[in-house]
C-alpha cells in the first residue's frame, strides 16, 4: 500500500494488469473448487440440469450483486485518501463522525472484521494450493499419495520466501494471472460450444426454480456458491495498491468474463457428464492439457496466497499504529514501496496454522466447510459500515441507504447464515482463529487506556515540576528527549533521571507520537511545539497509520525549538513499566496478565522509532492494574 495516501502511480493499463495478477488472485482461483463443492461438497446435489442451472445461476447473481454492485460500485467509494480495508474504513468512518455514542460499536465492528481476516488468511493459502495439487488425481490416479507432501513444500516455500519481499516476485504476478484467465476462458468456451443454452443461466429465474425446488438444499447449497466470491474483500483492502479504477476495469472487463465463461463452462460439461461434478475443473481440459494446467493452476493459487499473506503483513502494521497490537519488528522489504512490509512473527504463525490445517483435512473438500464463516462474516461487517456511511458521512437519502444497506445485509446475512451450518464440521476453525486475535487486539487496546489511566492519576504537572527543578537542580549539556504516551504530566522516566541521577539536560523535550485516523500526515501540521519556559518543550509527533515513525528525522526538520538537533549531543530516555496484574477494577485478571506478556514480548521502541541504539536510556518502573 502507499504509505503517502496519494494513490497509486503508473499508466491504467499497467495498474489495471497488476490488479489482475495480485487483487483477483483469491477470486481467481475459486473456479478449481466452487462448483464441485456445490454438487459433491458437504450438502451434494443431484447433477441434473435444474441443479447446474440453479447454481450456476446463484453464482452469477451472486458476483453480480456481491462483487459488482456492492464493492465495485458503492464500497470502493468510500476511500480514506485512496486506502480500504476494514482498519481504513474504520478510521474514515471515525474521522468524520467524531466522538459518538456508536463509536464504541463501530470500532469493535472493524475489530471483528480484522480478526476474521486472520482466520481468512490461514485457510486461503491451504485450499488453494491443496485444490490445485490435487489436479493430479486427475492426472494419474496413482499420484494421490503425493498430493499431500507436494502441498507441504509448496506452502513451506512460499513462506520462507516472504522475507525477501515480494517486489521481483510480483513482476510476474500479473501476466502469469493475465495467461491463466486467458486458459479459463478458453476452457470455457469450449464446452460452452457444445452446449450453448448454459449460457441462459444468467435469467434469475433459474435461482428462484431451485429455491422453489428444494428450499432447504438451496439454502444450504449458498455456502458453496460463496466459495465463488471468497477474495472479492480484497478489491477494496487492496484499493491503495491499484487503485478504484484500475481494479474495476481489471474486474468488469476481465477477470469477471473470464470467471463467468469458465463456470458456464463447467456447468455444460456437467450436463453431458454428470460423473465430471468430483473435479469438473481439471475435466475441462483435453488430457493431454491436464498436467500443464495443474502446473499453472498452482502458480495461481501461490499468487491467490501471496496476496492474502501480504495482506496480513498490512493489516498488522496497521494495527499496531492505531493502537491494537504492541510494537512488532516489521521489516521493509522495498526500497521505493512504502507498503511493502515483512512481518516475521506474522509469517511463521501463518506456517505453522497453514501446515496444521493441510495436515488435519487432509482435502480440499475437507477444509471448504471450514472456508466461508470468516469471509461472509467480514462481508456482513462491512455491509452494517456501509449502513454507518451511507447514512451518517455521506447522508444519502434515507429511503435509498437504508434500502441498499437492508439489501445488502439480506444477502449477505443469508450467505453467513448457510456457512453457519458448516460450524461443527470446521467453521470453527476460522472462528477459534478470529476469537483468538479479537482477544489479544482488545486487551491490548483496552489495557494501554487502564495503563494511561493509572498513570495519569500519578502524574505531576509539568509547570509546577518546572518551578521546583529548573532553578534547583544542576543542567548539563546536550538535549534530552522523553518519550511520552500522554500529552500531558511529567512522564516517568524524567522523574527518574532527576530522582537518581540529580540533573537535567539544557534542553528537555517531551515528545508524544501519535496516530491519527488518516493514512499519511501533511508535512504542516506533523509536529505541533509548545514552549513552558526554561527550556523545557512539550512536542508532539503526528503520523498516518501506514507511515513508519523515524523520531531522529522527524528532529532533524524541527526549526523552531532552540538549535538543531545534533546526532551526537541528543539522548532519548523511555520508560519501561514492568506491569503487575492486581484485582483493581480496570480488566480481569488473566486479560490483565495476557497485556502484561503481550508488552514483555512487545519490539523495543529504539527499533519500532529507528532510535539510534547508542544514544538510549531505559528507566524502568513497576505498574499495578
Known amino acids: 500500500m502507499s504509505g503517502h495516501g496519494s494513490g497509486p502511480h503508473g499508466r491504467l493499463p499497467t495498474l489495471a494488469l497488476g490488479a489482475l495478477g495480485v ?49 465495485v460500485f458503492i464500497v470502493m467509494r468510500a476511500d480514506n485518501e485512496g486506502e480500504g480495508g476494514s482498519m481504513a474504513l474504520l478510521a474514515l468512518i471515525g474521522r468524520s463522525l467524531g466522538e459518538t455514542r456508536w463509536t464504541p460499536v463501530i470500532a469493535m465492528l472493524g475489530v471483528i472484521a480484522t480478526a476474521l481476516f486472520y482466520g481468512d488468511a490461514i485457510i486461503t493459502p491451504a485450499i488453494s494450493v491443496l485444490s490445485a495439487v490435487e489436479g493430479l488425481t486427475v492426472v494419474e490416479t496413482s499420484l494421490g499419495e503425493l498430493v499431500l507432501p507436494i502441498a507441504i513444500v509448496i506452502l513451506l516455500g512460499l513462506f520462507l520466501i516472504q522475507k525477501h519481499g515480494t517486489e521481483r516476485v510480483g513482476a510476474f504476478f500479473g501476466p502469469v494471472m493475465a495467461v491463466y484467465f486467458v486458459v479459463l476462458a478458453v476452457l470455457g468456451v469450449t464446452n460452452i460450444i457444445v452446449h450453448p443454452q448454459i449460457i441462459g443461466i444468467v435469467n434469475p429465474y433459474w435461482a428462484w426454480h431451485f429455491f422453489a425446488l428444494d428450499p432447504r438444499l438451496a439454502f444450504l447449497a449458498l455456502g458453496s456458491v460463496v466459495l465463488a466470491v471468497t477474495g472479492a474483500e480484497a478489491l477494496y483492502a487492496d484499493m491503495g495498491h491499484f487503485g478504484r479504477k484500475a481494479i474495476s476495469i481489471a474486474w468488469l472487463y476481465a477477470a469477471l468474463p473470464c470467471l463467468m465463461l469458465n463456470y458456464m463452462g463447467q456447468g455444460a460439461l456437467l450436463l453431458d457428464h454428470p460423473e465430471a461434478a468430483s473435479n469438473p475443473f481439471f475435466l475441462l481440459a483435453p488430457e493431454w492439457a491436464r498436467l500443464p494446467l495443474v502446473i499453472l493452476a498452482t502458480l495461481a493459487t501461490v499468487i491467490a496466497s501471496q496476496a492474502v499473506i501480504s495482506g496480513a503483513f498490512s493489516i498488522t502494521r496497521q494495527a499496531v499504529q492505531l493502537g491494537f497490537l504492541p510494537r512488532l519488528r516489521i521489516l521493509h522489504t522495498s526500497a521505493s514501496a512504502e507498503g511493502q512490509v515483512y512481518v516475521p512473527i506474522v509469517n511463521w504463525a501463518l506456517l505453522v496454522f ?37 447514512f451518517s458521512v455521506w447522508r444519502w437519502p434515507p429511503v435509498v441507504a437504508g434500502t441498499v ?25 476460522p472462528l477459534l482463529v478470529a476469537a483468538i486475535v479479537f482477544v489479544m487486539l482488545t486487551t491490548w487496546s483496552t489495557g494501554r487506556k487502564v495503563m494511561r489511566r493509572y498513570l495519569a ?12 527543578t529548573a532553578g534547583s537542580v544542576r543542567r548539563v549539556a546536550g538535549t534530552a528527549v522523553f518519550l511520552s504516551s500522554t500529552s500531558d504530566g511529567v512522564p516517568p522516566a524524567l522523574l527518574h533521571n532527576v530522582k537518581h541521577n540529580k540533573v537535567l539536560h539544557e534542553r528537555i523535550v517531551i515528545l508524544t507520537v501519535t496516530t491519527e485516523a488518516v493514512p499519511s500526515m501533511p508535512e504542516e501540521g506533523r509536529i505541533t511545539i509548545a514552549d513552558h519556559g ?65 508488552i514483555r514480548n512487545a519490539a523495543t521502541p529504539m527499533e519500532f522509532f529507528n532510535l539510534p541504539t547508542n544514544r538510549v536510556v531505559e528507566l524502568g518502573s513497576q505498574v499495578e492494574i
Open 405 to 429: 444497506t437492508g439489501l445488502f445485509l439480506i444477502i449477505d446475512g443469508a450467505y453467513f447464515l448457510s456457512n453457519a451450518t458448516k460450524i461443527p464440521d470446521g467453521g470453527w476453525f
Open 354 to 390: 497453514v501446515v496444521l490445517l493441510v495436515l488435519s483435512f487432509r482435502s480440499s473438500s475437507s477444509l471448504a466447510a471450514a472456508y466461508g464463516i470468516a469471509v461472509t462474516g467480514t462481508m456482513v461487517i462491512t455491509a452494517c459500515m456501509l449502513g454507518v456511511l451511507t
Open 534 to 598: 526554561a527550556n523545557f518543550y512539550r512536542m508532539r509527533l503526528r503520523h498516518g497509520f501506514l507511515e513508519d515513525v523515524d523520531i531522529p528525522a522527524s528532529l532533524k526538520a524541527v526549526t523552531t525549538c532552540g538549535a538543531p538537533f545534533g546526532s551526537m549531543d541528543t539522548s532519548y530516555f523511555l520508560s519501561r513499566q514492568t506491569l503487575i496484574a492486581s484485582e483493581k477494577p480496570g480488566m480481569a485478571l488473566w486479560r490483565e496478565k495476557l497485556f502484561a506478556w503481550m
Open 23 to 71: 487483487v483477483f488472485g483469491d477470486i481467481g482461483t475459486s473456479p478449481l473448487y466452487a462448483l464441485k463443492e456445490s454438487f459433491v461438497g458437504h450438502h451434494p446435489l443431484a447433477v441434473d440440469h435444474a441443479h447446474i442451472f440453479g447454481v450456476l445461476s446463484l453464482i452469477f447473481w451472486t458476483m453480480t450483486l456481491i462483487v459488482t454492485f456492492k464493492y
Open 457 to 468: 492519576e500519578g502524574a505531576i504537572d509539568l509547570d509546577l515540576f518546572i518551578k521546583s
